[in-house]
């Protein structure tokens, strides 16, 4: 039987990441810097199980029980006080519950893409965010960006020149580069936004996890009428949870929250209620904190292992918060024909091709993903990574 797959499924194709994450299930032996997922050992199993018999108790068979499909009420009032402390002070009904982060970008990209729009991004940009605009039949453009982010006077040439759907970005500890945009770039990015009368579409996921440095608010608190915001729990309690917070203007959540029963009816009540007693509970907020403490020692060994053995030639971000590091060797390093020997030697990395919508992108760029990497580990594997970079 032949099958005929869609444009958009036939838009998106598997790629090394992909074997990268096989041969990872199959070598669990492998230090891996390739995996942006929390630390197993920092996830709160016991607080979980101990909040889900909680709501259970509180709450009885109806959080069992299918839900509202913008969220649950509870969730959706704790959500309300955790994003007014990054400069979002929405009203509640502007706030939708999705199944995590990606569900929220999915659901947004099925209200707003057409076959031929065209979706803007940073250079370099979230990969599989990529791949969800492709599915969705999208043109991808990458734009001029510096260590501060998306250049205003190259993304108002860019806005200038064609319709665009929305424009992607990531301001606070960007994946993959760990970058963190100015309080004065994102005034800058939001004039040009709003005088074009743009969309931008803001991933903010990794905004909890702050090292060092001052907090900035959300891109949003600067051009609220233009942003959809997303975030999510996954980075700070589990990822399994599935839960994803967006805001979204009026119109927009409701053809979104219309797809969304099409596709999924609702994130889990069950998972919903858990993360209400969660971000509501003491030991909630003294997880985050743990958390944050033991990821701010991993980044400090991670940086400081790359000044002890990358060879010359190469540098890195310092970011102040996040899960990533971006690495460029020189202009013909290629860190694509690495992987292999990589693997074989006992570490992987995400070459930082992997992080360009355009076809031929830079090949010398590296993404760490530290997070996931047990301290004791970090300055072997860099060690490993640096002898294949050529230090001797």
């Not at 970008?105 to 209200?111: D, E, G």
């Not at 599989?128 to 040439?157: N, Q, Y």
């Not at 440095?213 to 600067?222: D, E, K």
């Amino acid at each position: 039987m032949t099958t005929r797959v869609s444009r958009g499924a036939a838009a998106v194709r598997s790629g090394p990441i992909d074997d990268i994450f096989a041969t990872l299930a199959r070598r669990p032996e492998v230090i891996s810097f390739a995996v942006g997922a929390p630390d197993p050992a920092l996830l709160p199993g016991e607080l979980v199980a101990s909040l889900a018999a909680d709501v259970y108790a509180e709450y009885g068979n109806s959080v069992l029980q299918y839900g509202m499909t913008r969220g649950f009420p509870p969730l959706i009032e704790q959500a309300r006080l955790l994003l007014a402390a990054r400069g979002i002070g929405c009203p509640a009904d502007r706030l939708h519950i999705a199944t995590g982060g990606s569900g929220a970008l999915h659901s947004v990209c099925m209200a707003l893409l057409d076959p031929g729009a065209t979706v803007l991004v940073e250079i370099p940009t979230y990969g599989p965010a990529v791949k969800v605009f492709r599915s969705h039949g999208a043109k991808v453009t990458g734009v001029e960006s510096d260590g501060d982010g998306i250049l205003p006077a190259a993304l108002d040439v860019a806005l200038s020149g064609q319709r665009v759907a929305f424009v992607y970005l990531l301001p606070t500890f960007q994946n993959p580069t760990g970058r963190t945009m100015s309080a004065v770039r994102r005034t800058q990015v939001a004039e040009v936004v709003k005088r074009h009368g743009a969309t931008v579409v803001e991933d903010d996921v990794y905004v909890d996890l702050r090292y060092r440095g001052t907090p900035l608010p959300a891109f949003w608190s600067v051009a609220p009428d233009n942003t959809v915001y997303i975030t999510s729990l996954s980075k700070t309690l589990a990822p399994a949870l599935r839960i994803g917070i967006a805001v979204l203007p009026g119109e927009l959540l409701d053809h979104v929250l219309a797809l969304k029963q099409g596709i999924d009816m609702q994130t889990s009540t069950f998972n919903q209620a858990i993360a209400t007693a969660f971000l509501r509970d003491v030991k909630g907020a003294a997880h985050v904190a743990h958390a944050v403490e033991s990821y701010g020692a991993k980044l400090a060994a991670l940086t400081a292992a790359l000044g002890a053995y990358l060879p010359p030639g190469f540098s890195w971000t310092e970011p102040e918060g996040g899960m990533f590091v971006w690495v460029e060797g020189p202009g013909d390093f290629d860190a694509g024909a690495l992987i292999g020997p990589a693997l074989d030697a006992g570490v992987a990395f995400l070459p930082g091709a992997m992080f360009y919508a355009a076809d031929d992108p830079p090949r010398n760029g590296i993404r760490l993903s530290f997070a996931n990497v047990p301290t004791a580990e970090i300055g072997r594997g860099i060690q490993l990574l640096a002898y294949l970079c050529g230090a001797r």
